[in-house]
């Protein structure tokens, strides 16, 4: 007889991604989308439903929303028709909210994940296109609940998988790896600290070997990857400990709370929903044509995963540094302007993960923002090659370079910053630091050979950091092995 | 067979609220309805393609240009309660 604990359990989780488009104007009407602004200065008689209107649907939306159902290898629906979502509730001034239910946009796709051995496939079962609700901000000084509609009528996409997921670490790659895609379509933002991408978790746990399925919960309310894992590590702990006390799960919506750290029931008022979905009388039907979505796949970017393969065949990256400069787009393009200027990718490489990423970091600014071509930048690599100037002088050029927009050559002329290699030169300052150490040449001569760094030190004081340490010390020693 | 505690429920996710008559009437008027929806069902519309629309006009759009939007007074015109420039409601969540 196998005891309870021996049971092997297996994690089953589908994720639901809401991505908000970054158009300029909201899906049905020609209000503003943009983030941050006072409450309800966004807002016309269409979204706010006012009776008599009419909502017009926004023709970019359209095509963002085809942009990811290609990214996504999903087919594209040739007819597109919206359904009203029926409920209740102050976020929502129309009492629906126009969504698409039986004909979603996109269905059937899928994207590829990384494994710690290969890679897998997590199926999309859907993608459809609706309109965002309000916000609602819940004042509990005032005992009320207070309500912006700036947000309401902002493009949204769902993005339902399979429930191909089988731990919260692959439903956190998954995250990622889709945020990456989404990014390089630049359709949206991806901010989930602004909103502009959210996402809510189904989970259930079944015994190994079981084929169908158990009772799910839904878990919302996380507002990063990270919560998302562990709200998900939380929530399977709970299913199994369920089980394993002989008891069931209930099917029901879960909050993730971010300060006690565990998920709880959302009161059950808030579920009773009924959703009486319909078709849309106010939007007539949209045909996409077969041309149509063609002429858009040419618009469609090197995705991360190709890009990533090319970075490391072409100019021979390993697999980390070519991973890194993947994760931003600009980045990665950067990369590449410069390598057609400067044929050493690898050095570029690491300047851009290294100096140029900690301004970024820094400044906490983007490669397109910072004042640097990859003109200057490769200007400024080729000088520390050619032992114009040191690495470490090489880095606070670049810090100047972008503070001012000016070139390295400028900078190094005006501060005087090139390396002394002029041997004479040199060759007088070893004089004058010999002459002004004997002590420290006497215990060179008797063998401490660790006492020359202190030499070279002096000297790279004396010269202002602008002598080649290494040169230095060869000519220190040549000096003394004369003597 | 529409009974009484549907059409309450349906009232409720509409916040209707009936009279116990209008209940009444509203029941059997509703069984009217899905009786004649059920006469629909019979026909043969094997030769008819399916719409979601009664209109015979597809593709109205509007280009992504923005247009002025209403200033925050305005929007608040109607609103029974307001509080630093939002709709001020009953409390949704304590």
Not at chain 1, 32 to 48: H, M, S
Not at chain 1, 86 to 114: C, T, V
Not at chain 1, 134 to 149: C, E, M, N, Q, T
Not at chain 1, 164 to 176: G, K, N, V
């Amino acid at each position: 007889m196998t005891t309870q604990t021996e049971k092997k359990f297996e994690t089953v989780i589908g994720l639901e991604v809401h991505l908000q488009f970054k158009t300029r104007t909201k899906i049905f009407c020609g209000c503003a989308n943009e983030f941050g602004n006072q409450p309800n200065t966004q807002t016309c008689p269409i979204c706010l439903g006012l009776p008599g209107t009419l909502p017009v649907f926004n023709r970019t939306a359209l095509e963002y929303a085809i942009k990811v159902a290609l990214a996504l290898n999903a087919k594209v629906s040739s007819t597109i028709k919206f359904d009203r979502k029926n409920y209740y509730y102050p976020d929502l001034p129309k009492g629906y909210q126009i969504s698409q239910f039986d004909k979603p946009i996109a269905r059937d796709g899928f994207i590829m994940i990384p494994t710690a051995s290969s890679e897998k496939r997590i199926g999309i079962h859907r993608a459809h296109l609706e309109e965002d609700a309000g916000k609602i901000i819940h004042d509990s000084d005032i005992k009320a609940s207070l309500v912006d509609y700036n947000r309401t009528g902002t493009p949204l996409m769902e993005i339902v998988t399979e429930p191909d997921l089988r731990s919260p670490q692959e439903a956190y790659d998954y995250l990622t790896t889709l945020k990456l895609i989404l990014k390089y379509l630049d359709v949206s933002d991806c901010d989930m600290e602004k909103g502009s991408l959210r996402c809510d978790a189904n989970i259930s746990v079944r015994e190994v070997g079981e084929t169908i399925l158990r009772t799910k919960t839904e878990l919302k309310n996380m507002n990063s990857f990270k919560a998302v894992k562990i709200a998900l590590e939380f929530e399977e702990a709970r299913h199994r400990a369920v089980y394993l006390a002989g008891e069931t799960i209930t099917q029901e919506t879960r909050l993730w709370n971010e300060i006690k750290q565990m998920t709880v029931t959302m009161r059950s008022k808030e579920q009773a929903h009924d959703y009486r979905y319909f078709p849309e009388p106010d939007l007539v039907p949209f045909i996409v044509s077969t041309e149509q979505i063609d002429e858009i796949r040419q618009t469609l970017p090197e995705f991360p995963e190709a890009k990533l393969n090319r970075l490391k065949n072409q100019y021979g990256l390993n697999d980390y540094d070519a991973n890194v400069l993947v994760q931003e787009k600009a980045i990665a393009n950067f990369f590449e302007d410069c390598c057609k200027i400067y044929q050493e990718p690898k050095k570029i490489c690491n300047w851009l993960t290294g100096a140029i990423a900690a301004e970024i970091n820094s400044r906490n600014n983007d490669i397109v923002q910072l004042k640097i071509s990859p003109q200057n930048l490769t200007a400024l690599i080729a000088k520390v090659e050619n032992g114009v100037v040191s690495n470490l002088v090489a880095k606070d050029i670049l810090t100047m370079m972008i503070d001012s927009g000016q070139s390295a050559d400028i900078i190094i002329a005006e501060k005087g910053l090139a390396q002394v290699s002029d041997d004479s030169a040199l060759e007088k300052v070893i004089d004058e630091i010999l002459a002004a150490n004997p002590g420290v040449v006497a215990q060179i001569k008797e063998g401490k050979d660790s006492a020359k760094g202190f030499l070279v030190g002096q000297a790279m004081k004396k010269t202002q950091g602008k002598a080649n340490p290494k040169k230095l010390g060869e000519m220190i020693t040549r000096r003394l092995l004369n003597a | 067979m529409i009974t009484k505690k549907d059409v309450e429920y349906i009232a409720g996710l509409a916040r209707i609220h009936l009279q116990d008559q209008e209940i009444e009437k509203l029941t059997g008027n509703l069984e009217d309805i899905l009786g004649y929806i059920e006469k629909l069902e019979k026909l043969d519309v094997s030769q008819v393609e399916p719409t979601s629309h009664a209109l015979p006009v597809q593709n109205v759009f509007r280009d992504d240009v923005v247009r002025p939007s209403l200033s925050q007074s305005d929007a608040l015109k109607n609103a029974p309660q307001q509080h630093n420039g939002a709709f001020k409601v009953p409390q949704v969540i304590e």
